[in-house]
């Protein structure tokens, strides 16, 4: 059985970098996609970032090229079974519960959408701070 375990997070200071780690377990992800969903207070679930676990090729939302791709990095560790999401320059609309989640690999142009994955962590609530 999968399961995702997130760490991280918690209060952090406008300006700071924070990384989360989305510990996985239960499967052999080599043919997985992992990525990183944010919901905000009052928000929908948010697509941050995604990652294919073979060969590290990553996604980003559309309305972020250029600009959060840079401050926001994803990455995997395959010796760890674990996944990173580091937000550098931390800002007030990064505040939210994050969720790391997990499917078998699909077309990339599925990885934004939060009903392509089937497996879930619990989620870590990030407060950005002044």
């Known amino acids: 059985q999968v399961r995702l375990v997130e760490s991280g997070g918690g209060l952090v200071k406008i300006g700071e970098s924070m990384t989360l780690s989305c510990a996985a377990s239960g499967a052999t992800f080599s043919t997985y996609v992992m990525a990183w969903f944010r919901r905000a207070p009052g928000k929908e679930r948010e697509f941050v970032a995604a990652?294919?676990?073979?060969?590290?090729?990553?996604?980003?939302?559309?309305h972020s090229q250029g600009s959060d791709q840079g401050r926001i990095i994803i990455s995997r560790d395959t010796a760890k079974n674990t996944v990173y999401l580091q937000i550098n320059d931390v800002r007030p609309d990064d505040a939210g519960v994050y969720y790391c989640a997990a499917t078998v690999a699909i077309a990339r142009m599925a990885w934004p959408r939060p009903q392509t994955y089937d497996y879930w962590g619990q989620g870590n609530q990030v407060t950005v701070s002044l």
């Open positions: 990652i294919r676990w073979s060969g590290g090729l990553t996604y980003w939302p559309d």
